[in-house]
């Protein structure tokens, strides 16, 4: 009987010792000495440990002092210098009179659970790393939309609580949006998308591509739904942008071909002109050609103006000499519109330091828009446009006043912004903008006053000398902040 | 009543008008003119017109419009129409797939290639 119950020890796979009170070991299974070698007259802290003393917690004590069962997990170390986890367990023997005599010492290897846990830690925190640092909006939901857990820079972005709602943090609602893609992903498990325009807590709005996706638990029911949003704000802000030079770089080709076509009718009504020796078709080709050969250069150079950001040429200059000039331009153009075009110009010094093809062209813009303004207003019989020029002795006022068709609240916003031309077929968009910029390089800013149906006054306040260069290098930062 | 084909010259330029007259005037058509596509089809479809020269953009009514109204109306839907404008030719394209007009006859861009405008007029009037 005894010698079975050896056999048993002897055999079993974990590793079994026999303790006494002085932690000697007096017996060990098989499993033990080969991993541990030989035991006689060895202590368990010298085999196991490597130590000159007694562990400080020792499962093995505590059995002999209670006479209970005690477990621990440890780290021993074999003969040949591997580093073995393992659970402990101490249990008590006792001879016939109830005496503890000894302790079993039963210590079962668990170093691959021990490795496989790590793993799992590992694991868990990688996902957890790629969770939180993921570089787009990520927020669970459960089926009442309250967002159970969110990554970072969802937090930062919208001040994400635990169980708070995604649509208030979202879009500040009161209540679900319909359609809802975390709902719709509920129902029907698959995953959806779309673009949505949301608001982070510092009030920026932002264009996201919203992407939906199922958890499902152990029984196979969905859980909860993963919310990914990636931001494409500056996307849609580049097609706006690519948009804008598609739509000046459309209209200035189309204006450019109607020009081209006209000069060339005017070539060849010159050309047939010639040949039937017709005097008034020759005449009127000749101003054709002139006509357009003029406004293909205005065009142009308001492209190369806008190219290419210019730093101003004082001179002082005769503002009566530049008035008369560019009245003596527009006058013939005003007639063929029938347009009624005055001047008045009251000062007692008309010098003026400035840049004069800046003044000259700013002026001209102004007065061209004015004159298309007239043009398109077909609800009056006379249309006028008056320049008046007045000023003391700082300053020099303009003023360009019509009564064309005028413009509304939301024109005279964006009447100055890039490419902007609520002309159809008139003009590149770029008069308003190039005159504007050319009053603020000379330290001004242009004012409009208008009315639909009545008329536009635009007025500009120049100084008399010239700005330095920090004020109108300010101008230019001011005015790129206010670039769309 | 004259024996000529007439012309009608929908377009507000008045350069653009003026040359297209003389062109066609002296190539054996009558001509009348209108400065935006409403006028144009008041034009149409009292004149008495064999073909028509429309611009697309103008400022009243566009040319897009006048030829929704011409194809729209009887008296005016089988006259022949020659789309002629600085719009791209990406707009030709659009005509053509377009469900709410019939494409037009002719096309072409501006600046436009006098032989190839006055070859079409004749092969569609004669």
Known sequence: ?484 | MSDKKKILIVEDEADQRDWLTTFFEDNGYDTITAEDGQKGFELARTESVSLITLDISMDNESGIKAIRNLQETPATVNIPIIIITGVSSDFKRFLERSKKVNPPQGYFDKPVDRDELLKKVKELIG
């Open chain 1, 1 to 484: 009987m005894d010698n079975l119950y050896k056999t048993y020890f002897k055999a079993l796979p974990c590793y079994l010792t026999i303790q006494d009170r002085d932690f000697k070991i007096i017996d060990a299974n098989e499993n033990f000495v080969k991993n541990f070698g030989d035991f006689r007259g060895r202590y368990c802290y010298q085999i196991y440990k490597k130590r000159p003393e007694k562990c400080e917690d020792c499962p093995v004590e505590r059995t002999f002092l209670d006479g209970k069962r005690h477990r621990s997990e440890e780290l021993v170390k074999t003969l040949d210098g591997r580093e073995v986890s393992v659970i402990v367990y101490a249990t008590p023997i006792h001879d016939e009179d109830g005496k503890i005599t000894s302790v079993m010492e039963m210590s079962t290897n668990i170093t691959e659970i021990k490795m496989l846990q790590k793993q799992l830690k590992n694991s868990q925190e990688k996902y957890r790393l790629l969770f939180e640092e993921v570089p787009c909006f990520i927020s669970i939901q459960d089926r009442n939309l309250r967002i159970v857990e969110a990554n970072r820079l969802h937090r930062e972005a919208f001040g994400t609580f635990y169980g708070c709602k995604c649509y208030e943090v979202y879009k500040h609602r009161d209540k679900a949006c319909h359609p809802c893609a975390v709902l719709k992903t509920f129902d029907s498990g698959k995953v959806h998308l779309h673009e949505e325009v949301v608001v982070a807590r510092d009030g920026r709005q932002m264009n996201v591509m919203v992407m939906t996706a199922p958890i499902y638990n152990d029984d196979g029911e969905i859980e909860s739904v993963i919310e990914m949003s990636t931001d494409i704000t500056q996307i849609r802000e580049l097609q706006t942008k690519l948009s804008s030079v598609g739509m000046i770089i459309s209209t200035i080709s189309h204006d450019l071909k109607g020009l081209l076509n006209g000069m060339d009718g005017g070539i060849y009504l010159v050309n047939t002109g010639m040949q039937k020796e017709d005097r008034d078709r020759i005449d009127k080709g000749w101003e054709m050609v002139l006509r357009n050969v003029d406004r293909i250069r205005s065009t142009v150079l308001d492209i190369l103006y806008y190219a290419k950001d210019r730093e101003p040429e004082w001179s002082e200059l005769r503002l009566s000499e530049i008035i008369e000039e560019i009245y003596s331009v527009m006058k013939p153009k005003a007639e063929s519109l029938k347009i009624d075009f005055s001047k008045e110009i009251i000062l007692d010094n008309d010098t003026f330091k400035a840049d004069s093809n800046a003044i000259r062209s700013m002026l001209i813009n102004l007065i061209d828009n004015s004159f298309d303004a007239c043009r398109v207003d077909k609800q009056k019989e006379n249309h006028e446009v008056m320049i008046n020029i007045t000023g003391d002795s700082e300053e020099i006022r303009f003023e360009i006043s019509d009564n064309g068709i005028g413009m509304d609240q939301e024109t005279r916003e964006k009447a100055f912004t890039l490419f902007f031309s609520s002309k159809g077929s008139g003009g590149t968009g770029l008069g308003l903008f190039i005159a504007n910029k050319i009053a603020q390089s000379h330290g001004s800013n242009i004012e409009i006053e208008s009315e639909p149906g009545v008329g536009t006054k635009i007025s500009i306040v120049m100084p008399r000398d010239h700005v330095d260069s920090a004020a109108s290098n300010e101008s230019e930062d001011s005015q790129s902040t206010n670039k769309p």
